[in-house]
């Protein structure tokens, strides 16, 4: 296609694999497609079905067996476009302590995990306002804290899910 940036060059996009997200650094997509302009080397992304991938994130998000990891909280409220003092406020707790919850483990932020409670709320919440099926709360192991580990690839039926690389 051509370039609608310098209106001069053309763009090749290919499919691409790598992470979903910058916080969901185990979720791994193949299939959505990165290119450039070959004139002024504006860069294009493209998601195909990206609202059916997005979906299929979330609903594993959602019901993964062990408690939420810190990115994993910041991840679920940025998908529901959230600022993070609108976030604190709905769950009834002081922005402080998100940021602990979304930021424990990093360097000078001490180890302040998500509660058992908080994790099933905001799931619960995140579910309801997504309208996606609410996840088996009694399931979730909070003792265990593992990051999601998820395969998805575009296929001619759609996104599908194939085997992690390390079974949880
Ligand atoms: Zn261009």
Same mark, same amino acid.
Do not use: H
């Given at each position: &296609?051509?370039?609608? &940036?310098?209106?001069?060059?053309?763009?090749? =996009?290919?499919?691409?694999?790598?992470?979903?997200?910058?916080?969901?650094?185990? /979720?791994?997509?193949?299939?959505?497609?990165?290119?450039?302009?070959?004139?002024?080397? +504006?860069?294009?992304?493209?998601?195909? #079905?990206?609202?059916?991938?997005? +979906? #299929?994130?979330?609903? @594993?998000?959602?019901?993964?067996?062990?408690?939420? *990891?810190?990115? +994993? /909280?910041?991840?679920? #409220?940025?998908?529901? $476009?959230?600022?993070?003092?609108?976030?604190? +406020?709905? =769950?009834?707790?002081?922005?402080?302590? =998100?940021?602990?919850?979304?930021?424990? $483990?990093?360097? $000078?932020?001490?180890?302040?995990?998500? %509660?058992?409670? @908080?994790?099933?709320?905001?799931?619960?919440?995140?579910? *309801?306002?997504?309208?996606?099926?609410?996840?088996?709360?009694?399931?979730?192991? *909070?003792?265990? %804290?593992?990051?999601?580990?998820?395969?998805?690839? =575009?296929?001619?039926? $759609?996104? #599908?899910?194939?085997?992690?690389?390390?079974? @949880?």
């Amino acid at each position: &296609m051509k370039c609608p &940036m310098c209106d001069i060059g053309t763009i090749k =996009l290919a499919r691409v694999t790598g992470p979903y997200d910058s916080d969901l650094p185990d /979720v791994i997509v193949d299939g959505f497609e990165a290119g450039a302009c070959s004139e002024c080397g +504006e860069e294009y992304f493209k998601r195909p #079905r990206g609202t059916e991938a997005s +979906e #299929r994130v979330l609903a @594993a998000l959602l019901g993964k067996s062990t408690r939420l *990891a810190p990115s +994993e /909280v910041r991840f679920l #409220r940025r998908s529901l $476009g959230m600022p993070a003092r609108d976030f604190a +406020e709905t =769950l009834g707790v002081s922005p402080e302590q =998100l940021s602990r919850w979304e930021n424990a $483990g990093k360097k $000078g932020t001490g180890k302040v995990q998500i %509660s058992a409670t @908080a994790d099933r709320l905001v799931r619960a919440f995140v579910a *309801a306002k997504k309208g996606l099926a609410l996840p088996e709360l009694r399931a979730i192991d *909070a003792s265990q %804290s593992a990051p999601l580990q998820l395969r998805l690839t =575009l296929g001619r039926q $759609g996104w #599908r899910e194939v085997a992690a690389k390390s079974a @949880a």
